[in-house]
């Protein structure tokens, strides 16, 4: 199926790249939510957060860690965003691994999701739940 990332990439589609090297690719997002928002994209396709091979993801957040830190100084910001989206009910449309860096001002926006509260046993609960998982998935994390 067609990438767009993956176009850029190889060069088939226009960026504006900020950052490359063997790896990964970053560039700016022609949609920003602020000046300066970047996108930073392994150069392998991966679809999302879960597929991303951990010596890819090493590099991938090393290099996250540097660009916000460009992006940040550059643009003069006073906070950022790194954010990944996964999936469509979390706003996920380009199915091409990315994080995003949003650089961020005081009083800029806010985002409020509606909070959710726990009753005092059901925080316990989904707690189990997920604990189970993990205690039966933990040798993938482990190797
Ligand atoms: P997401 O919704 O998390 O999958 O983010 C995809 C992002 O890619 C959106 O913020 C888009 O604005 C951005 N985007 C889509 N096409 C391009 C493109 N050709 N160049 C730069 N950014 C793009
Ligand atoms: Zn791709």
């Known amino acids: 199926m067609e990438c767009i ?21 970053a560039f700016l ?3 920003p939510v602020n000046y300066g928002h970047t996108l930073v994209i392994t150069k392998k396709h991966y679809d999302n957060f879960l597929t991303v ?14 660009i916000a830190g460009a992006v940040k100084r550059s643009m003069n910001a ?9 999936g469509n009910p979390a706003g ?5 691994f990315h994080f995003h860096i949003i650089p961020r001002f ?20 989904y707690g189990d739940q997920i604990r189970s998982f ?7 994390y482990n190797g």
């Open 5 to 25: 990332f993956c176009n850029i990439r190889d060069r088939k589609a226009e960026a504006e790249i900020v950052f490359e090297d063997e790896n990964i690719l």
């Open 29 to 31: 997002d022609i949609q």
């Open 53 to 66: 091979p951990k010596d890819e993801l090493d590099k991938l957040i090393h290099a996250v860690q540097f």
């Open 78 to 86: 006073d906070g950022f965003n790194v954010i990944s989206n996964n």
């Open 92 to 96: 996920q449309s380009v199915y091409h």
């Open 106 to 125: 005081n009083n800029d926006f806010t985002i409020k999701p509606r909070i959710k509260t726990y009753g005092s046993d059901t925080m316990h609960d």
């Open 134 to 140: 993990i205690s039966k998935y933990k040798d993938i």
